[in-house]
């Protein structure tokens, strides 16, 4: 009885210690955050203003602004999930609906190249991006080509994050809506769809956090570190906030560097908007589910 005594507080402080060495790490993390935003901020205050926000790029760095690239930032986001997510769910919803049941060499295959690309560094993809987008289909140094080449980055977390999302809805579900007569296609329209989409949209939206801090494969694309110019279509040369950040880091005038700190301090606002916004759609997706 003693011995057993003995474990269970052996146990229960263990669990303590682990517990606060979570907590630790927890805080150090956010700690190390905060004074990472603090440093930025302090750095580019003085230049956030509205004057900055709709300004256009300038050699004179009391002068530049961010508007091109602020909304080259959000055309090419907006181009991105409109070719990864159709895209990204469809695959997801073919292997693991469809093909979980055939389980065909072909698929199996398919699969581990999905979760191998998710690990492939981004520049491989803007390599990949020049080849096909640039080269090969002509599409010069466009938004388009930026959007498609951030579509195939982004594309095997979503596919990942979707089977996840699709895999977590009971069996039991699909089942009984075989039972009452439906056909594949209506039980997953009508049935696991809305179930799995908060899952979905959660992993979309992490997606794109990552595509839209992403620098080195648009530069590859050919992307441009000036432009003084709002894009006008798709084929119109464009640049974004985190090319116009290295643009204005890597001049030796500390008044650019100013600058940069300001935009780092527009572009994290912008991705603290995106992430919201998913949870505030999940949120309202799971309340209709109830």
Same mark, same amino acid.
């Given at each position: 009885?003693?011995v057993?005594?003995?474990?269970s507080?052996?146990?229960i ?7 606060? *060495?979570c907590?630790l790490?927890?805080?150090?993390s956010?700690?190390?955050? +905060? ?17 900055f926000?709709t300004? $256009? ?12 690239? !602020?909304?080259g930032?959000i ?12 895209? &990204? ?6 292997f ?8 065909? %060499? ?6 581990i190249?999905i979760?191998?690309?998710?690990? +492939?560094?981004s520049?491989?993809?803007?390599l990949? &991006? ?10 010069g140094?466009s938004?388009l ?5 951030? =579509?195939?980055?982004? !594309?095997p977390?979503?596919?990942?994050a979707?089977?996840?999302?699709l895999r977590? +809805?009971p ?9 009452? &007569?439906?056909t ?5 329209? %009508?049935?696991?769809?809305?179930l799995?989409?908060?899952g ?7 997606a !794109?956090s990552?595509?839209? &801090?992403?620098t080195?494969? !648009?530069?590859?694309?050919g ?17 974004v906030?985190?090319i116009?950040? $290295?643009?204005?880091?890597s001049r030796?005038? =500390? ?10 301090g *527009? ?11 998913a949870?505030?759609?999940?949120n309202?997706?799971?309340k209709?589910?109830?």
């Amino acid at each position: 009885m003693k011995v057993r005594r003995a474990a269970s507080w052996i146990q229960i402080w263990k669990e303590l210690i682990f517990q606060a *060495v979570c907590l630790l790490i927890l805080m150090a993390s956010l700690i190390a955050l +905060v004074a990472l935003l603090a440093d930025v901020y302090a750095d580019g205050f003085s230049r956030l203003s509205w004057d900055f926000v709709t300004g $256009f790029p300038s050699r004179f760095p009391h002068r530049a602004g961010i508007l091109p690239a !602020l909304l080259g930032t959000i055309y090419i986001m907006l181009l991105t999930v409109l070719l990864a997510f159709p895209v &990204g769910v469809g695959a997801a919803i073919y292997f693991e609906e469809y093909a979980s049941v055939e389980h065909t %060499r072909f698929s199996q295959l398919v699969e581990i190249n999905i979760a191998n690309l998710a690990a +492939v560094p981004s520049i491989i993809y803007g390599l990949l &991006g020049l080849a096909i987008f640039v080269r090969m289909l002509s599409l010069g140094q466009s938004l388009l080509a930026g959007a498609l080449t951030l =579509a195939l980055l982004v !594309l095997p977390v979503i596919i990942i994050a979707s089977r996840e999302a699709l895999r977590a +809805v009971p069996a039991s579900l699909r089942e009984a809506s075989f039972a009452l &007569g439906a056909t594949r296609w209506q039980t997953i329209r %009508r049935q696991v769809l809305p179930l799995a989409f908060p899952g979905i949209l959660t992993g979309t939206i992490l997606a !794109l956090s990552r595509a839209i &801090g992403e620098t080195a494969p !648009l530069i590859t694309i050919g992307a441009l570190t000036y432009v003084a110019f709002i894009p006008e279509g798709l084929f119109s040369p464009f640049t974004v906030l985190p090319i116009q950040i $290295f643009n204005w880091i890597s001049r030796p005038q =500390a008044e650019f560097h100013a600058n940069a700190a300001a935009a780092i301090g *527009v572009l994290l606002p912008l991705l603290f908007l995106m992430n919201g916004g998913a949870i505030w759609l999940r949120n309202r997706f799971q309340k209709r589910l109830r």
